[in-house]
């Protein structure tokens, strides 16, 4: 969606932090999908604690595991992600110039102001024009993008139906967030002409943590089932856990993720009351009782060292620069196309193709930092988690999990501009180097 990017600052908080690992589920009865790894992954002798213990050797010992087709496609998938930004970033600049070229969204303006003389109403009703127009401009993209490519790799779920039904209530949430965004946005642009570029991005930022407060409760749930976890046997180690580090949660929760998807997750979410630690069902039926530890210290981690908050404060700065560059942007195509495109100036909903062209723009650029910002807090939390779970081993069965759809060995310009998160091979060398390192923990490791 075009709207992806605009947005993305005020509604990229549905999930918050870091889906960090991944996977495959099936039932027992079924056999295992094309694309998924061993489920159960031993501890190679290479990795067994031993006086000539060495880091890389135990580390390729673990990568050996994974057959080489699987590696192939897993490549494959996520290379093809490297392709599908350049192509989201250009079929949504073809979009928004054809919206302007063609003054179809000067159109939709001239109607959404025959509706009504209430200006705030005039951008709900242009809002709603330009949202159902793109949302049927992009679909084909969508389709291929979200259903049948993730399934031609083994990692969708659902049938066409219920997938349709989750794009429609995720059409719902953004046409009314988004609706009152717009809203107010355009508000502050035609109230305060040479400011509006500071009250926007002050009001985007608040919006976007007022977002991430209510989505763990309010949201989430629109989509998945979010259930307290109750089996002793996972959940008393967890807490357990938790206590070790100061963090103050008597529940853990699991989502059932394998309702659209069979990657494995667990993630940190909300803020202050609602935040809250969650697995997904497919981590918790495959993972090993080593490896579902190791991805919950990794999630302490995120919680313990104000992940949440460093991301607040990064995307705060982000968008401001996003606003200040808007507001110069906005001002010089306006100068030079703002006739032709039948816009009367910043304060005209007309302007919102325009918006999205520029933010689109800006979003494709800042893409390696982004990615970069993150992938640093996930390898802070990637070394929280060894210290606190001392499951080294338990995180190298989560990193070859997710390398079902992760490229388990980039180059280092490669992962610098499109990991969100280390690569798997980054992950067991950093983990099997803290075992390396703490080798007397694992003396009954046989
Ligand atoms: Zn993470």
Known sequence: MPLRTFLATALGCLIFFCAT????????????????????????????????????AATNAYLAQIPADKTARSDAYFEGGYWLILWDFLYGV???????????????????????????VHTFVYWLQYFV?????????????????????????????????????????????????????FGIVRRLPRTWWIWGAVVTILFSTFTA???????????NKVTRLDDPKIVDPILSMARANGIPAKDVYKIDASRQTTRMSANVSGLAN???????????RRGSPEEIQAVMGHEMGHYVLNHIY?????????????????????????????EKWQIRGVGDTAVVPLVVLLA??????????????????????????LNTSRQPDGFAQAAIHLGEYRKMSPGPI?????????????????????????????????
């Open 274 to 284: 609602t935040m809250r630690i969650t697995l997904n069902d497919n981590l918790l």
């Open 133 to 185: 127009l793109t949302t049927i401009l992009i679909f084909p993209l969508t389709v291929y993008e979200d259903y049948f490519r993730e399934h031609k790799y083994g990692l969708a779920t659902q049938t066409f139906g219920p997938w349709l039904g989750d794009q429609m209530k995720n059409f719902g949430v953004n046409v009314v967030l988004g609706g009152v965004l717009v809203m107010v946005l």
């Open 213 to 223: 407060l209510i989505a763990p409760v309010y949201i989430v749930p629109i989509f």
């Open 21 to 56: 690992f991944c996977a495959t589920t099936p039932a027992l009865a079924q056999p295992p999908g094309a694309n998924e790894m061993p489920s159960v992954i031993h501890v190679p002798p290479e990795a067994l604690p031993s006086p000539h213990f060495d880091a890389t």
């Open 360 to 385: 689109l723009i800006f979003g494709f650029i800042s893409t390696p930092i982004d990615n970069t910002f993150t992938r640093t807090t996930e390898y802070e939390a990637d070394m929280y988690g």
């Open 94 to 120: 073809a979009v928004a110039l054809l919206l302007l070229n063609l003054r179809w969204s000067a159109r939709m303006r001239d109607l959404s102001e025959r509706v009504t003389r209430f200006k705030p």
């Open 414 to 446: 490669e992962e610098w501009i499109f990991f969100d998160h280390p690569s798997g091979r980054k992950r067991i060398y950093a983990a099997m180097r803290w075992k390396a390192e703490n080798l007397k923990l694992f003396a009954g490791q046989q």
């Open 310 to 338: 460093k991301r607040l404060m990064f995307d705060s700065i982000e968008t401001v620069l996003a606003f200040a560059y808007l507001y110069w942007g906005l001002d010089w195509a306006i100068r030079r196309r703002g």
